[in-house]
């Protein structure tokens, strides 16, 4: 049993294997407040630690501090303006402008399994999996509810939470701030916060800090995750490494505006938060409405920053990604963005497959540029119709040719969008998402579609989905080109305007949810000018995401590791592209290119009939390897050995299989050093009292030799070198 209520000591336990989180109910008037969330416990009485019997004393005891108490107490689900001055978790407005409320216990349920949560994207797990406590709070002077629900997973070391608002009163009220997940953690004067941030083709990139007073934060105010901050946050003990200490991770199954925070406050004490990023956010709730804030993903590991990240990559891939690609091997694709940008036409796309089919790949996707008058980033979006000048005979023909020579087709496309000049804009100028005074901003010079309206998603979907069954597609690029401005719908009252960023993202939900059920052998791979929208949320719809527009092999080294913080290398969209780089201009070896891509999808991005006869075979290579490595790779535990990010010039990362049996480390040495030796490399993750094979050398060494002792990497010679050490254990 996974859930437990003790009703000796008031408390909530929830066991995952190696952690219990657990949960207290104070006295009257019944705060819910969070006791413990670590290492797993026996099944004690561990309220002491909530301080109820000390000054300032609970309010039913000694009311004359109840600002004090409120102030310092672990709440699960901090209210606004009642005298907890630390930021809140939820704050309403009523119709009179007043925002003070509290909640407190009511009632609570236990539950096998996890219900599905409308509307949003969310884990999953059946009763063997996973048990959920559900706790019913009453704001006790204007009666209405909210459902607080954590789910503790019995296969792997996560709690999930969200939080549902229940308006069962009589009156109206404006939801102001929803954070779904609060963390508190008491006396800690050294931890360390990590976030990741960015910009375009440089995504997620790591940044560490301690947690000064007052309050930090990461947030997208985009109307998507974003390239610049992330919906991540792990807090960890100063001292903390890849393999030892204390972390805490919150990742947010969420694809729009966030806010991930710490806050330390007087007493040392640190609340982290992840939820909606109340800037920009206010929902009206009329009596019987009800609002389901998405769910937090949240860990702990007591093995640092290592374990934290295989837990949540368990839990993606066993219980959020779905769909005929959950556990298979992906095909191979070729892109033709890098290739051709948008100059391309039907035979130029089909040299492209007869080269690749020569060489192994399976797919070839057509990127942006097959419909409309679409010759440049500037017009069509919208105008979702093949441009027949470009591609004669249409998509039917052109898949055709192409499974002719045994490759699947995929398109890509980018729904959420209108380009001014385009028909759709001029038949429907309404459609943007604009304030009425402004002509609103453009970015690529293209507006965003009212996503929260249904007739335009439906119009949209209708145009895509005829695309779809027009021909053999079996995959599909989901593309958003631009962020979020001029906050606007035509469709909402004024008094409803601030739901707008939450409906939009509710509207992308729903319309790839459908996309996935009516073409359920369509591989989806969704993506944002590169990784602006590679999120949770995303994953529940798409087993990869493309992981940035930055395909240099050393910029990818940073990005791919930042990315693996939270999500399995089996999702991170990775090709191999030509050089000079299209983003840094830099020149890598293309083996170094390909071992860097294996790390991820796999594929490319890139006109190989300019390849020389000499790249080409080193394709059929690497696809004879991606054919042999992939089921380790996505199925294996991530282990990150050595940081370029922090030691400037080597990057050690590998993938070890459950049973330890096999693994594969990829070593990139940045730049040369002159006058150097062999480098020393040490693994991770192996069995200590296994013996290992080296492949391709006379090495046969025990798991502790290899992780301790280390191994020599001979023959480096030259910039941006990199090796493929593949251990098979006996
Ligand atoms: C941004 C994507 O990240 C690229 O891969 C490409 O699809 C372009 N958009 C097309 O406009």
Redesign the pocket.
């Known amino acids: 049993m996974s859930v437990k209520y003790i009703e000796s000591s008031r408390t909530f336990k929830l066991d995952t294997p190696n952690t219990t989180y657990m949960i207290g109910l104070a006295d009257e008037p019944g705060y819910i407040g969070q006791v413990y969330y670590g290492k797993r416990v026996n099944d004690e009485d561990l309220n002491y630690l909530m301080r109820t019997n000390e000054a300032p004393f609970i309010p039913s005891k000694n009311a004359r501090e109840k600002c004090s108490f409120l102030d310092t107490y672990p709440f699960e689900m901090p209210c606004a303006w009642g005298g907890d001055y630390r930021d809140p978790a939820f704050e309403i407005r009523t119709v009179s402008g007043h925002s003070t409320c509290e909640l407190v216990y009511e009632s609570h349920e236990i539950i096998k399994g996890k219900k599905k949560l409308s509307g949003l994207p969310a884990t999953f797990a059946d009763e063997s999996e996973a048990e959920t406590l559900e706790i019913k709070c009453v704001e006790p002077d204007l009666g209405f509810h909210v459902i607080l629900s954590y789910t503790a997973f019995s296969d792997v070391d996560i709690i999930t939470k969200s939080v549902r608002v229940i308006n069962d009163s009589a009156d109206t009220f404006y939801l102001e701030r929803i954070i779904s997940a609060v963390l508190n953690i008491e006396d800690t004067p050294a931890y360390d916060m990590i976030t990741m941030h960015g910009s375009w083709a440089r995504e997620r990139h790591i940044c560490r800090r301690e947690i000064p007073y007052g309050r930090s934060s990461s947030s997208s105010t985009r109307g998507e995750s974003g390239h610049q901050d992330h919906p991540f946050l792990a807090v960890l003990e100063h001292t903390a490494t890849e393999d030892s200490g204390n972390v805490y991770g919150m990742s947010f199954v969420y694809s729009g505006n966030f806010l991930a925070q710490c806050e330390r406050n007087q007493f040392d004490t640190i609340r982290a938060m992840m939820g909606i990023n109340p800037y920009g956010f206010c929902f009206k709730l009329l009596p019987g409405d009800e609002f389901t804030a998405p769910e937090v993903v949240m860990t702990f590991s007591s093995k640092g920053l290592g374990q934290m990240s295989r837990n949540f990559h368990d839990v993606y891939r066993k219980h959020l990604i779905r769909g005929e690609y959950k556990d298979k091997k992906r095909p191979i694709l070729i892109n033709n ?1 890098e290739a051709t940008y948008f100059d391309f036409n039907t035979e130029k796309l089909l040299d492209i497959a007869r080269c690749a089919a020569v060489c192994g790949i399976e797919m070839l996707v057509m ?2 540029g097959w419909f409309g008058k679409r010759s440049s ?1 500037n017009c069509a979006l919208g105008d979702w119709f093949v441009n027949e000048e470009k591609l004669p005979g249409g998509l039917k023909y052109l898949a055709g040719e192409v499974n002719k020579l045994g490759l699947k087709f995929g398109i ?1 496309v980018e729904p959420e969008m209108i380009s001014p000049d385009s028909d759709l804009y001029r038949a429907h100028p309404d459609w943007a998402i604009k304030v009425p005074y402004k002509t609103p901003a453009m970015s690529r010079e293209q507006y965003v579609l009212d996503f929260s309206r249904k007739e335009i998603r439906d119009c949209i979907y209708e145009r895509i989905s005829a695309i779809l069954k027009s021909a053999n597609i079996e995959y599909v ?1 989901w ?1 958003m ?1 631009r962020q979020l401005a001029d906050i606007g719908s035509i469709c909402l009252d004024s008094d409803r305007q601030g739901e707008l960023f939450h409906r939009y993202c509710l509207g992308v939900y729903e319309m790839q949810e459908r996309l996935i059920n009516d073409f359920p052998h369509i591989m989806l791979e969704n ?1 944002s ?2 990784g602006a929208r590679f999120d949770a949320g995303m994953l529940y719809y798409s087993p990869q995401i ?1 992981c940035s ?1 930055d395909t240099d092999a050393i910029e990818r080294l940073t990005i791919q590791e930042g990315t693996s913080l939270c999500y399995p290398v089996s999702c991170m969209g990775a090709h191999v592209s030509v050089c000079p780089n299209h983003s840094v201009g830099r020149n890598t070896p293309f083996e170094t290119r390909g071992y860097v891509a294996l790390a991820g999808t796999f594929g490319y991005e890139l006109d190989i009939t300019k390849l020389s006869d000499e790249e080409r075979e080193m394709i059929k290579g690497q696809i004879a390897d991606y054919h042999r490595y992939n089921d380790l790779i996505r199925e294996g535990d991530l282990y990150r050995c050595e940081s370029y990010r922090e030691n400037h010039n080597y990057n050690l990362t590998g993938v070890v299989s459950k049973d330890k049996k096999e693994a594969l480390f990829t070593f990139v040495r940045v730049m040369g050093i002159p006058n150097s030796h062999s480098r020393r490399i040490y693994f991770r993750g192996l069995d200590e009292n296994m013996m290992y094979k080296v492949e391709g050398t006379e090495y046969y060494l025990s798991g502790a030799a290899l992780m301790y002792a280390g191994f020599n990497v001979t023959g480096l010679w030259g910039d941006f070198n990199s090796r493929l050490i593949h251990l098979i254990g006996e």
């Open positions: 963005w990127d942006d980033d890509w690029k593309d080109n993506c000018g590169g493309w527009d």
